[in-house]
């Protein structure tokens, strides 16, 4: 593999890290219904604002969402809405997972 390649891998592995995290994927999910700021995230999240505010900047660094000022307030909206796309067919991916082991479970206890 040649260098330019690998970083592209490198790339694309720290942006899925940035959703490596509950917390993270569900702030992804409300930035679906639109703008939020910092404050609103506290009140849903039982999280200090210093703890929110470094998860979206994970979210941030890795491109997901985006940022603006409004006096003190600091308002996150998805620069990425496509990465709704992903978490859906990540959501076939975890179905299809437990099918499979529900299947197979299934299949030991008949065995018993």
Known sequence: MK????????????TLKALA??????????LAEGELCVCEFNNALDLDYSTISRHLSVLRKAGIVEYRK??????????????????????????LNIKEETE????RESVQ
């Open 3 to 14: 260098t330019e390649e690998m970083r592209f891998y490198i790339q694309r592995a720290e």
């Open 70 to 95: 409004s006096g003190k307030q600091v308002y996150y909206s998805l620069r990425t809405p496509c990465i709704l796309g992903f978490l859906s067919c990540f959501d076939e991916v975890l179905k």
């Open 104 to 107: 197979y479970l299934s299949s």
């Open 21 to 30: 995290n509950p917390y993270r994927v569900w702030m992804v999910e409300k």
